[in-house]
């Protein structure tokens, strides 16, 4: 039976850090940290000072969902506050960033923002400049107060920097910070008031998890009931349950049911 973290069910290969050994793959990364010490108990992905609380873990799409925070560089009228000002690391250990699932944005008048990764490769960047708030409208992310781009695949750690054109002097009225985030596509709306004070809070951020340790070929050996496939994202490989089936494939006959069938004259039923 999966366990629960306050809201957060725990499905095989990951388990929670109070079980036992043989209750999630022998990894790190599939063990979930509960902090019992609030009400209701949160998960951690990994340790509780990581400090990415888990929002949900998908068997079938392969997925993990965090929340994350946002970086941001803020000036006053003395110029570069350092006080406001964030430039967080996510370090994410095995399992990559979502390509495919997740935007890089980043927020501003006449400023340069990036995410770099751990080896200090620039993996995307956006530049943006407007003079007046009448320069950008709601809605609109498409350069002009507000910047999306895509992240690269096999994207594990980055952090979020920023470069400021005359430190916010011209635009410090109505946008005094620049704020960056890599957040699931659809989670955030610009709006013009996130200029002066973002309104956008614990992004959530997608994963593409799988497992490893063996080949796809391996893994599959002696089974009906589920397949493998290498993961496009990352190195691993991960299972899913055989056309037909259904259920948890990493777990020992976790796979049931079958589909079959009926056909009486021109009319078709399925049983499952």
Same mark, same amino acid.
């Not at 690391?89 to 927020?107: G, Q, R, V, Y």
């Given at each position: 039976?999966?366990?629960?973290?306050?809201?957060?069910?725990?499905?095989?290969?990951?388990?929670?850090?109070?079980?036992?050994?043989? #209750?999630?793959?022998?990894?790190?990364?599939?063990?979930?940290?509960?902090?019992?010490?609030?009400?209701?108990?949160?998960?951690?992905?990994?340790?509780?000072?990581?400090?990415?609380?888990?929002?949900?873990?998908?068997?079938?799409?392969?997925?993990?969902?965090?929340?994350?925070?946002?970086?941001?560089?803020?000036?006053?009228?003395?110029?570069?506050?350092r006080s406001s000002s964030d430039y967080p690391w996510i370090i994410l250990s095995e399992f990559p960033l979502s390509s495919t699932k997740n935007k890089?944005?980043?927020?501003?008048?006449?400023?340069?923002?990036?995410?770099?990764?751990?080896?200090?490769?620039?993996?995307?960047?956006?530049?943006?400049? #407007?003079?007046?708030?009448?320069?950008?409208?709601?809605?609109?992310?498409?350069?002009?107060?507000?910047?999306?781009?895509?992240?690269?695949?096999?994207?594990?750690?980055?952090?979020?920097?920023?470069?400021?054109?005359?430190?916010?002097?011209?635009?410090?009225?109505?946008?005094?910070?620049?704020?960056?985030?890599?957040?699931?596509?659809?989670?955030?709306?610009?709006s013009t008031g996130d200029l002066k004070q973002l309104n956008f809070k614990d992004p959530p951020l997608v994963l593409d998890w799988a497992i490893g340790?063996?080949?796809?070929?391996?893994?599959?050996?002696?089974?009906?009931?589920?397949?493998?496939?290498?993961?496009?994202?990352?190195?691993?490989?991960?299972?899913? #349950?055989?056309?037909?089936?259904r259920g948890n494939p990493y777990l020992k006959n976790g796979c049931h049911g079958t589909l079959i069938t009926l056909t009486f004259s021109n009319l078709?039923?399925?049983?499952?």
């Amino acid at each position: 039976m999966p366990k629960f973290v306050g809201h957060l069910v725990i499905p095989y290969p990951f388990g929670s850090s109070d079980s036992s050994s043989d #209750c999630h793959f022998d990894h790190p990364s599939f063990i979930v940290y509960c902090d019992n010490s609030t009400e209701p108990p949160v998960p951690y992905m990994g340790r509780r000072s990581s400090y990415l609380q888990i929002r949900d873990i998908s068997i079938e799409g392969h997925e993990m969902r965090l929340t994350v925070w946002i970086g941001q560089e803020c000036c006053n009228t003395s110029g570069y506050d350092r006080s406001s000002s964030d430039y967080p690391w996510i370090i994410l250990s095995e399992f990559p960033l979502s390509s495919t699932k997740n935007k890089f944005t980043a927020i501003g008048c006449n400023t340069l923002a990036a995410f770099r990764d751990r080896r200090g490769k620039t993996l995307s960047g956006v530049c943006f400049l #407007c003079s007046s708030v009448l320069d950008v409208s709601n809605g609109s992310c498409t350069g002009i107060g507000c910047c999306e781009t895509s992240i690269p695949r096999n994207t594990f750690n980055y952090k979020i920097l920023f470069w400021s054109f005359s430190n916010h002097s011209k635009v410090l009225g109505f946008n005094p910070c620049s704020y960056g985030f890599v957040a699931e596509i659809g989670s955030y709306n610009f709006s013009t008031g996130d200029l002066k004070q973002l309104n956008f809070k614990d992004p959530p951020l997608v994963l593409d998890w799988a497992i490893g340790n063996q080949t796809c070929q391996e893994a599959k050996k002696n089974s009906t009931s589920y397949m493998c496939t290498n993961a496009e994202n990352g190195s691993r490989y991960k299972c899913s #349950c055989s056309e037909g089936y259904r259920g948890n494939p990493y777990l020992k006959n976790g796979c049931h049911g079958t589909l079959i069938t009926l056909t009486f004259s021109n009319l078709s039923f399925v049983l499952i």
